[in-house]
């Protein structure tokens, strides 16, 4: 059976720092696309960050510079290191492992940046 678990989550001030980890199992970690994607109140569920099985990584404008995607094939985690958080990051980022036809999706972690 295959689980994603995210966490890391929380509340944060405005120009402050998260680390989200997602945890798999059931899965053959090391072949799959893993990505960060969120979803804020009244919107449409976004790509935030990918990482490839050969660690190729790509981040959406919003989050360039921002975001650091990471996975260790040990531990079968994929991380999202979230730096200078603004409001309009407020959103639940959920996990994605992909692999060809086969998509399995986390529960979500809430992030919510606030003064």
């Known amino acids: 059976q295959v689980q994603l678990v995210e966490s890391g989550g929380g509340l944060v001030q405005p120009g402050g720092s998260l680390r989200l980890s997602c945890a798999a199992s059931g899965i053959i970690f090391n072949r799959y696309t893993m990505g960060w994607y969120r979803q804020a109140p009244g919107k449409q569920r976004e790509l935030v960050a990918r990482?490839?099985?050969?660690?190729?990584?790509n981040y959406a404008e919003s989050g360039k510079g921002r975001f650091t995607i990471t996975r260790d094939n040990v531990k079968k985690t994929v991380y999202l290191q979230i730096d200078s958080l603004k409001t309009e990051d407020t959103a639940v980022y959920y996990c994605k492992a992909t692999w060809g036809p086969y998509r399995n999706w986390g529960q979500g972690t809430q992030v919510t940046v606030s003064s």
């Open positions: 990482i490839t099985s050969d660690d190729t990584t």
